[in-house]
């Protein structure tokens, strides 16, 4: 791997973060849609037909309501801080991004991508998302990124081409 132009990054991965990513994840394109029209609708219910209701029946929608805005950001917080207490994310991750890859490294493993190998750079939330595939991504928390951000922003747009870095600022 050319090593020209290279930026290092040293990545701490908290439950925060992967909260963060699993909460984007969870919430987007048409789910996330479903998820606001469920809970509103649920809502409209309870404010005014609720006085018409049998409690049990009212009991159903405050649970519906809570379900998308409580519930299931509280069940992903928790799998977040299981995740991150994990043997896999006690170890930093060290990403090294230069003009012929990217290098991942972490306890002892190595992975090499090439730039043709990534399929989609987003940033979302404080968080660029580098997706490999449908399923894999790895995540720079702005944290992580600090001050180097236009630098590897600059990186991805001389590497990538545009349908590839959507929602790169």
């Not at 018409?52 to 801080?81: D, G, H, I, N, Y």
Request: a positive charge; aromatic letters at 10%; hydrophobic letters at 45%.
């Amino acid at each position: 791997m050319s090593q020209e132009k290279e930026l290092r990054f040293r990545i701490h991965m908290t439950a925060n973060d992967l909260w963060r990513f699993s909460m984007y994840h969870a919430n987007k394109g048409y789910l996330g849609f479903f998820n606001v029209l469920f809970t509103l609708a649920a809502i409209f219910l309870l404010v005014f037909q609720g006085a018409e209701m049998l409690l049990p029946q009212r009991f159903l929608l405050v649970v519906c309501a809570l379900m998308f805005t409580v519930w299931q950001p509280l069940l992903l917080l928790t799998k977040s801080r299981r995740q991150a207490a994990g043997p896999g994310m006690r170890e930093p991750i060290e990403m090294i991004f230069s003009d012929g890859g990217i290098l991942v490294e972490q306890g002892g493993e190595h992975a090499e991508l090439l730039w043709e190998d990534v399929r989609q750079v987003k940033h979302v939330l404080g968080e660029t998302i580098l997706y490999t595939d449908r399923i894999h991504a790895y995540l720079l928390p702005d944290t992580a990124v600090g001050d180097r951000k236009e630098a590897l922003l600059e990186l991805f747009r001389a590497k990538l081409p545009p349908e590839k870095r959507r929602r790169l600022r």
